[in-house]
């Protein structure tokens, strides 16, 4: 397969521009590494691993999986006890990680520290105006999200076919399409309207090398673009997820005369809950954060049959997008 190059490949050295985002409990060596063997950008998640050691003996569990780039995400969000983000910091750059990607408050101070260690930095974020300011900060690539896109997108409900050109006509920066992109289709269409690449998070776990049970895949593959739900909205805290039993009674909760303090569905909500049903595969028993485009999610393929028919599919659009100009 020819590769697929952008701004986005030359400055992450991959073949393709395809980027398998941060994703608790799933980002992992074994799929990190896959990724990354099939020409994208793989990417462990820091804080799924319980302390900054066990981070550094992943890191190398997947370098022992792959003489490709591979990346960490660090996340960081308001906590009342925050990890230790700083070490897990010091432990990406001691382990000569080359990518780190960010989303949430990052200090000013842990961006010049990457950077002065020749991190190269992705920030994810939900807005142009956010993006902007991340620019301005430093880093070296955005990651936009779509309101597609499983996880937290945001408050103001901005679709990708809207939100990536306006990334695109803000940002001097190279840019990454994220929600809503399962197949070469939207490779294509985000590179049309001004991305270098994409970042996919729900299509990659429905490949064969993620870490979750078989039930967790096949849900994917079941479920329709109909078929997620808006929970914590009420909260001011947006979270899409796939539908089942706790967040359909999620939302109930919230929707009631008054709504809902936190308190009163945390126990639904909990993260140590949502990890175990993606190691039970009881589907029904806690929350599955997925994205609308568990729609376009019809097989579960190897990461590397998973990239090779994205670039294909990417390609002919391209070219028939083209011919079309010569008609």
């Not at 991959?14 to 409990?25: F, K, T």
């Not at 597609?148 to 920066?173: F, M, R, Y």
């Not at 990659?204 to 673009?225: G, L, S």
Request: aromatic fraction near 4%.
């Amino acid at each position: 397969m020819r590769a697929l190059k952008t701004r986005i490949t030359s400055l992450l050295g991959i073949d393709y521009p395809i980027v398998q985002g941060g994703m608790m409990w799933v980002g992992r060596a074994e799929l990190a590494s896959a990724v990354s063997n099939a020409g994208g950008l793989g990417i462990l998640t820091a804080l799924t691993q319980p302390d900054p050691g066990a981070l550094a003996t992943e890191i190398a569990r997947c370098r022992g999986m792959t003489t490709k780039p591979f990346g960490v995400n660090l996340t960081m969000l308001p906590s009342v006890n925050p990890p230790p983000y700083e070490r897990y910091l010091d432990v990406i750059i001691n382990g000569q990680v080359r990518v780190l990607e960010t989303a949430g408050n990052v200090p000013e101070a842990y961006i010049a520290k990457a950077k002065a260690a020749g991190v190269i930095i992705i920030h994810k974020c939900t807005t142009v105006r956010h993006a902007m300011a991340a620019e301005r900060r430093g880093v070296d690539v955005i990651s936009i999200d779509g309101f597609e896109c499983a996880g937290h997108p945001g408050s103001e409900d901005v679709g990708g076919l809207v939100l990536i050109p306006a990334a695109a006509n803000k940002l001097t920066i190279p840019l990454i399409a994220s929600g809503g992109i399962g197949d070469g289709r939207g490779l294509a269409a985000a590179l049309v309207l001004g991305a270098d690449g994409v970042n996919m998070g729900t299509r990659f776990c429905a490949t064969r090398e993620a870490p979750i049970h078989e039930n967790i895949k096949q849900m994917m593959v079941d479920k329709t673009e109909s078929d997620t739900n808006l929970i914590l909205r009420t909260l001011n805290n947006t979270g899409r997820c796939l539908k089942n039993a706790i967040s359909d009674e999620v939302v109930f909760r919230e929707h009631q005369p008054g709504g809902v303090p936190f308190k009163d569905i945390a126990h639904l909500v909990a993260g140590a809950r949502g990890r175990k049903i993606l190691e039970s595969g009881d589907i029904e028993d806690g929350l599955v954060w997925g994205g609308q485009v568990v729609g376009l999610i019809h097989d579960i393929p190897t990461c590397h049959e998973l990239l090779q028919r994205m670039v294909k599919q990417a390609q002919e659009r391209l070219a028939l997008a083209s011919a079309w100009l010569l008609q």
